[in-house]
C-alpha cells in the first residue's frame, strides 16, 4: 500500500474553565505501512462530546487524560480503506474511539463493525452509539418503568433527547428542560415529551413544580447544578437519581459548592447512582437489538448538529458548551 497522509486535532495545552481554540492544533501526519494484523480505516463521522472536557485536564477523570501534543480521541464511525486481518474487508463500516483525525491504523480489537443499512452512518454515534447506550443504561440503572414520572435535564441534548424518547417507549410521563424555544418545542412535537420548559424562563424550580406538582419519581441528571437541587426538592420518597453529566460546572476552575439540600437524600431515602457508559458494553448486543428495533420500526428519531470538516471539529466540540447542539453533535468528514 501507498502511505496515507491524515490531518488530526491535537491538544495544544491544558484549558483552564472554558476551553478556547488556542488550546488545540490541526496537525497532518504519514501513516506508516500497514502491518500483519492491521486494518486502515478513513473515518467518515467524528463524535464531539462534553465528557471530553474533562478528559483535557492533567487529572483523572471518565477516562485517562489527553496528552499535550498528541491528537484526541473520540467516538467515530468509518470505512475500511485496507486490511491484514482476516476479520475486516475493506469496504466495511466500522465505529471505533479513534476520532478526530481522518486515517488511522488499529488492531481488530479496537473496532466494532456495524450495518450499512442504517442510514446516515452516523447514527451510530447517536441514537445506536455510545450516545443512545448511555441514555438506556442509565434508564436500566435505576430500573425505569412504566407510571414513572421523569425529569431530565439538557433533555435536547445527545443524551438527554433519547432517553426520553426510550423513557416515553417504557410508558412514563416525561419532563424535560432546555434552553431555548427552538429546543422546547423540538422536545414536545419531535420528541414526545409531555413536557418541557426553558430554563432560561425562571427558576427551575418554580418551572419543575408546575410541571410536576405531585413530584417526580426519577431524574436524569446531564447538568447538575440549579437543576439537581430542583430535583431533590422535587423527588418523592424513594425517588431515584441517575448521575450521567454535569456541564453546568465542566468549566469551573475550583469545585462548587454542592446543592443546600441535599440532605434530602436521607430524608426521603433517595438512590443517587453514577454511571459511565463504558459499564454497560458487556450488554451492548442487547441495546444494539432493543434500541435498533426501535429505531428500524419508526418509533425512535435521532436528531443531528452537523459541521462538516476536521477543521471545524474543534468549533463543534465548543460550541456544545453554549448550547449550539440540537441532539448530538457530530463532525461530517470530506
Known amino acids: 500500500m ?35 494484523q492491521q486494518v486502515l ?20 477523570s471518565y477516562a485517562p487524560a489527553f496528552a499535550v501534543g498528541q491528537p484526541l480521541e473520540g467516538g467515530a464511525v468509518g470505512e475500511v480503506v485496507e486490511s491484514r486481518a482476516s476479520s475486516f ?65 439538557g433533555a435536547a441534548g445527545a443524551v438527554g433527547n433519547v432517553a426520553g424518547q426510550l423513557a416515553k417507549l417504557r410508558g412514563c410521563r416525561v419532563i424535560g428542560s432546555a434552553g431555548s424555544f427552538e429546543k422546547v418545542r423540538f422536545l ?20 419543575l413544580k408546575l410541571e410536576a406538582p405531585d413530584g417526580i419519581d426519577v431524574y436524569f441528571d ?16 424513594h425517588g431515584r437519581i441517575i448521575a450521567c453529566g454535569g456541564i453546568s ?9 454542592g446543592p443546600n439540600n441535599l440532605f434530602n437524600v436521607t430524608t426521603k431515602r433517595l438512590t443517587m447512582r453514577g454511571m459511565i457508559v463504558s459499564d454497560g458494553l458487556d450488554r451492548q448486543g442487547e441495546f444494539e ?17 452537523v459541521v462538516t470538516g476536521i477543521d471545524q471539529a474543534v468549533r463543534a466540540f465548543l460550541g456544545l458548551f453554549s448550547g449550539k447542539n440540537l441532539g448530538k453533535m457530530v463532525v461530517q468528514l470530506n
Open 2 to 36: 501507498s502511505n496515507y497522509f491524515s490531518r488530526e486535532i491535537r491538544l495544544a495545552s491544558r484549558p483552564t474553565g472554558l476551553p478556547v481554540a488556542a488550546n488545540f492544533t490541526l496537525a497532518q501526519t504519514e501513516l506508516p505501512p500497514l502491518a500483519d
Open 41 to 60: 480505516v478513513r473515518n467518515r463521522f467524528l463524535s464531539v462530546d462534553p465528557y471530553m472536557r474533562g478528559r483535557m485536564n492533567a487529572g483523572p
Open 89 to 153: 474487508k475493506p469496504g466495511e463500516v466500522v465505529t471505533s474511539s479513534l476520532g478526530w483525525r481522518e486515517y488511522f491504523i488499529a488492531a481488530p480489537a479496537a473496532l466494532h463493525k456495524v450495518s450499512r443499512d442504517c442510514q446516515p452512518l452516523s447514527i451510530y454515534l447517536g441514537v445506536l452509539g455510545m450516545t443512545g447506550m448511555t441514555a438506556w443504561t442509565g434508564l436500566n440503572l435505576v430500573d425505569v418503568k412504566a407510571g414513572d414520572v421523569i425529569y431530565i435535564s
Open 188 to 207: 414536545r412535537e419531535e420528541c414526545g415529551f409531555d413536557a418541557a420548559f426553558n430554563y432560561h424562563e425562571g427558576p427551575v424550580l418554580e418551572q
Open 222 to 237: 446531564n447538568v447538575g447544578g440549579e437543576a439537581l437541587e430542583a430535583a431533590l426538592a422535587q423527588l418523592r420518597v
Open 249 to 257: 460546572g465542566y468549566n469551573e476552575t475550583t469545585p462548587q459548592p
Open 289 to 305: 437489538r432493543e434500541v435498533g428495533g426501535y429505531f428500524r420500526a419508526g418509533k425512535l428519531k435521532n436528531q443531528e448538529t
